[in-house]
């Protein structure tokens, strides 16, 4: 298909009920692209999937439907599809198990987007799961990732650094900000005027250590009384040992679990007066960018790519994320000096706009433009 000024018709491989993969989905559906997805995991919220035209990977033949052989037949059934919708490109999401997926089905255009777990657990550390990294980056023709360390390993793991691109495609800056705040609410969560809300947007999983916010947060509110904490998280598979945790922590009048659409998100940032994110591995989250552009001074777990927007007395406190001690401690320095909250949360503004000026579609459609002029 000509390369002409129009839109483009684009099918994403990943994971269906990621809201990573959604706003990239999203972006470029805003810019008047046909984009379809595929995923064996397909969100059940209609209101996401607006303008995106969703393909169930189970549904896509009769033995993709059966279980342990469909896993052989996605590849296939990801090919044939790409080439009835007769796509301009195709972009995959995580390598695997969706970017060995489209590189066994052999479409291109490939633009493919390696993330943490990918190429830093897989990638170096399971035998299996090298050879399957390897075989997805050297099927693409293009990278996206989020974070210059991401970038880095994607190039180490055979890249041609030329076509590696660092794009944040998963955050748009323009509904966020400290003009968003509204007064009120700590009493929306039944909690007394004058409250100090913490705000975490992370999901229940084991690599966020909510477990650990939890327990430090039980000896915060003993010398801080005023603080309460929302876990604002989309879902996740320890959600009930996290409302175990609050139960037994007796903190379930200072604590609320909370489900925060994407339309709410910005102002429950803004509102809220602390920031906290302490995952074990990251790379480049839209809960911590999220936040700061919202002006949140920020408690960041000391992790990969987390360096390259916040360091220690810039922007926020960092902590090894499974130190209970390290990250009471620095809730609680932020708690205890408004001016240090003030000075880190315009720091953290001033850079994220900074870097991020080009709205993600736009910076997403200027790559897969380029490619299909070669």
Same mark, same amino acid.
Do not use: C, Q
């Given at each position: 298909m000509s390369n002409s000024i129009r839109p483009l018709r684009i099918l994403g491989v990943g994971d269906g009920r990621s809201v990573i993969f959604l706003r990239w989905a999203w972006r470029l559906a805003e810019l008047g692209h046909d984009v379809h997805i595929v995923s064996d995991r397909i969100t059940p919220r209609e209101k996401e999937l607006a303008g995106i035209t969703p393909h169930d990977v189970r549904e896509l033949g009769a033995g993709t439907r059966v279980p342990f052989v469909r896993r052989f037949l996605f590849a296939p059934a990801i090919g044939r599809l790409a080439r009835r919708?007769?796509?301009?490109?195709?972009?995959?999401?995580?390598?695997?198990?969706?970017?060995?997926? +489209?590189? &066994? #089905?052999?479409?291109?255009?490939? $633009?493919? @987007?390696?993330? =943490?777990?990918?190429?830093?657990?897989?990638?170096?550390?399971?035998?299996?799961?090298?050879?399957?990294?390897?075989? +997805?980056? &050297? #099927?693409?023709?293009?990278?996206? $990732?989020? @974070?210059?360390? =991401?970038?880095?390993?994607?190039?180490?793991?055979?890249?041609?650094?030329?076509?590696?691109?660092?794009?944040?495609?998963?955050?748009?800056?323009?509904?966020f900000g400290p003009e968003k705040r509204v007064e009120g609410l700590a009493e929306r969560f039944g909690w007394p005027t004058g409250s100090v809300v913490v705000l975490s947007l992370r999901n229940y999983r084991p690599n966020t250590n909510l477990d650990v916010l939890l327990r430090a947060f039980a000896r915060v509110r003993q010398d801080a009384p005023e603080a309460r904490l929302v876990l604002a998280a989309r879902g996740g598979w320890t959600r009930k040992e996290t409302e175990a945790l609050i139960r037994d922590l007796d903190l379930g009048e200072s604590v609320a679990m909370h489900f925060a659409a994407p339309d709410e998100l910005p102002e429950l940032c803004a509102s809220a007066d602390i920031g906290v994110s302490i995952a074990s591995t990251d790379a480049t989250p839209a809960s911590m960018i999220e936040s700061m552009a919202s002006r949140l001074p920020m408690v960041m777990g000391n992790a990969i790519t987390i360096d390259e927007w916040i360091t220690q007395g810039e922007g926020g406190e960092v902590v090894q994320p499974r130190d209970q001690d390290a990250v009471a401690a620095a809730l609680l320095k932020l708690l205890r000096d408004p001016e240090l909250q003030r000075r880190y949360g315009e720091r953290n503004e001033r850079v994220v706009r900074e870097r991020l000026a080009k709205p993600p579609g736009e910076a997403l459609e200027d790559v897969y433009r380029k490619l299909l002029a070669r």
């Open positions: 919708l007769d796509v301009d490109l195709v972009h995959a999401h995580y390598l695997l198990p969706y970017g060995y997926w +489209a590189a &066994e #089905a052999e479409v291109h255009p490939l $633009v493919m @987007s390696p993330w =943490n777990t990918d190429i830093y657990t897989y990638g170096r550390e399971r035998r299996r799961g090298r050879r399957w990294v390897r075989k +997805a980056i &050297e #099927a693409g023709d293009e990278f996206v $990732v989020s @974070s210059l360390g =991401n970038a880095e390993e994607t190039v180490r793991l055979g890249a041609d650094p030329d076509r590696v691109h660092r794009i944040v495609w998963y955050v748009d800056l323009r509904p």
